[in-house]
């Protein structure tokens, strides 16, 4: 078995609600500004937030709405402070000018994205105008939360870029022993770029704006076209520096490999564990980042399988990565599907051991592969 995944903890574990440790992360790793509205499941981080940074000199501010929560954060993000935001699905569809226009302006700031199910993949990995791009983490428990929340601002500071964790409610609300202490993933270019007024009035005034990094003149006007390509530079030096993150096991003589990622890849992972143990030759990939996404872990993983099976928590959204990373190579089906509680929060009654097995051992024999007695 193989992750890529980043390090281990070796602090005290203590047992914390995933929201309360995922704040804990944030402030440990330097944040002192946080801003968000209420929204399930978001709102728990809203809270602990709260109550975690005005003894440390931060701030937290409870918006009118995520309209005012992201340009709060902005504010705060342009100024160097390491800063965060976030939401539900529905409250980072109002962010998502903001989040743009923040990749056009070159601003750091984490985004913690608590959805309600796995329906908002198309909306984290592609939302936003122009050529606007961010990586994205998608965590499948409280402690791997807590991980890479911490690094999401180490990679928005490294590439000047939003970066967004993509949590679930069931991280939110699940308690788990987990060690908060901060990492140290290597050093950071300095914050030449922060607005902190020792610039103000020497005639070379810093800007940070997405329609350019200088200040318009008199006779001079904006080259919108010299700054997005300077952009777009910076954007493709991200992507090409940045290695995509993926776990993958059992895949050397893999059969079948089944493609999850977060809370249910967690699921998928155990199930392809105990089918492994059965004697079913099944492997699985769980992309950790979203966006980019592990294309060549992917391929190198199904070199043996005659098909793969992607399990989401939605319609199917990750299954279209999956099909662009393989290029027809190999049968791609879909063995998810959309499934929550009534109150739409994500809490889903297919989310279980048995159904999530069963789909697998019914996608090996649609993919004729004979799994034998016992099955």
Same mark, same amino acid.
Not at 79 to 97: D, I
Not at 310 to 327: C, F, H, K, P, T
């Given at each position: 078995?193989?992750?890529?995944?980043?390090?281990?903890?070796?602090?005290?574990?203590?047992?914390?609600?995933?929201?309360?440790?995922?704040?804990?992360?944030?402030?440990?790793?330097?944040?002192?500004?946080?801003?968000?509205?209420?929204?399930?499941?978001?709102?728990?981080?809203?809270?602990?937030?709260?109550?975690?940074?005005?003894? @440390?000199?931060?701030?937290?501010?409870?918006?009118?709405?995520?309209?005012?929560?992201?340009?709060?954060?902005?504010?705060?993000?342009?100024?160097?402070?390491?800063?965060?935001?976030?939401?539900?699905?529905?409250?980072?569809?109002?962010?998502?000018?903001?989040?743009?226009?923040?990749? @056009?302006?070159?601003?750091?700031?984490?985004?913690?994205?608590?959805?309600?199910?796995?329906?908002?993949?198309?909306?984290?990995?592609?939302?936003?105008?122009?050529?606007? $791009?961010?990586?994205?983490?998608?965590?499948?428990?409280?402690?791997?939360?807590?991980?890479?929340?911490?690094?999401?601002?180490?990679?928005?500071?490294?590439?000047?870029?939003?970066?967004?964790?993509?949590?679930?409610?069931?991280?939110?609300?699940?308690?788990?022993?987990?060690?908060?202490?901060?990492?140290?993933?290597?050093?950071?270019?300095?914050?030449?770029?922060?607005?902190?007024?020792?610039?103000?009035?020497?005639?070379?005034?810093? @800007?940070?704006?997405?329609?350019?990094?200088?200040?318009?003149?008199?006779?001079?006007?904006?080259?919108?076209?010299?700054?997005?390509?300077?952009?777009?530079?910076?954007?493709?030096?991200?992507?090409?520096?940045?290695?995509?993150?993926?776990?993958?096991?059992?895949?050397?003589?893999?059969?079948?490999?089944?493609?999850?990622?977060?809370?249910?890849?967690?699921?998928? $992972?155990?199930?392809?564990?105990?089918?492994?143990?059965?004697?079913?030759?099944?492997?699985?990939?769980?992309?950790?980042?979203?966006?980019?996404?592990?294309?060549?872990?992917? $391929?190198?993983?199904?070199?043996?399988?005659?098909?793969?099976?992607?399990?989401?928590?939605?319609?199917?959204?990750?299954?279209?990565?999956?099909?662009?990373?393989? @290029?027809?190579?190999?049968?791609?089906?879909?063995?998810?599907?959309?499934?929550?509680?009534?109150?739409?929060?994500?809490?889903?009654?297919?989310?279980?051991?048995?159904?999530?097995?069963?789909?697998?051992?019914?996608?090996?024999?649609?993919?004729?592969?004979?799994?034998?007695?016992?099955?």
């Amino acid at each position: 078995m193989t992750e890529t995944a980043v390090g281990t903890a070796t602090g005290t574990p203590r047992l914390m609600e995933g929201s309360e440790a995922i704040a804990e992360a944030m402030v440990v790793a330097g944040c002192r500004f946080f801003a968000g509205y209420p929204m399930t499941p978001f709102t728990e981080i809203l809270e602990s937030m709260a109550e975690k940074l005005p003894p @440390l000199g931060g701030v937290c501010m409870n918006a009118e709405s995520e309209l005012e929560a992201i340009g709060m954060a902005w504010g705060a993000a342009a100024t160097g402070t390491r800063t965060a935001t976030g939401s539900t699905g529905q409250g980072l569809a109002l962010m998502q000018e903001s989040l743009a226009e923040l990749t @056009l302006a070159r601003i750091p700031m984490l985004v913690i994205n608590m959805a309600r199910s796995q329906a908002d993949y198309f909306q984290a990995t592609r939302g936003g105008h122009g050529d606007s $791009r961010r990586i994205v983490l998608a965590p499948m428990d409280v402690s791997e939360a807590v991980e890479l929340t911490q690094l999401g601002f180490h990679l928005a500071d490294l590439y000047r870029n939003p970066v967004m964790v993509y949590g679930d409610y069931y991280i939110a609300h699940t308690y788990e022993s987990v060690v908060v202490e901060r990492r140290d993933f290597g050093p950071l270019p300095a914050k030449d770029w922060a607005l902190d007024g020792s610039s103000g009035g020497t005639g070379a005034a810093k @800007l940070l704006s997405p329609l350019g990094d200088y200040k318009q003149r008199d006779d001079v006007g904006y080259d919108l076209a010299d700054y997005y390509a300077r952009v777009e530079v910076e954007l493709t030096a991200m992507e090409t520096d940045f290695a995509p993150m993926a776990e993958t096991g059992f895949v050397e003589d893999a059969e079948v490999v089944v493609v999850a990622f977060g809370t249910p890849g967690k699921f998928v $992972r155990y199930c392809v564990t105990e089918l492994r143990a059965e004697g079913a030759k099944v492997g699985f990939v769980r992309p950790i980042s979203l966006y980019p996404f592990p294309t060549e872990v992917l $391929r190198e993983a199904v070199r043996t399988a005659r098909a793969v099976a992607v399990y989401e928590n939605s319609a199917g959204q990750m299954i279209d990565d999956v099909r662009l990373a393989l @290029l027809g190579t190999v049968p791609v089906e879909f063995i998810g599907g959309l499934t929550m509680d009534s109150s739409a929060f994500g809490v889903g009654p297919d989310l279980q051991v048995p159904i999530i097995k069963q789909r697998i051992v019914d996608a090996c024999r649609s993919a004729g592969y004979e799994l034998g007695e016992g099955f």
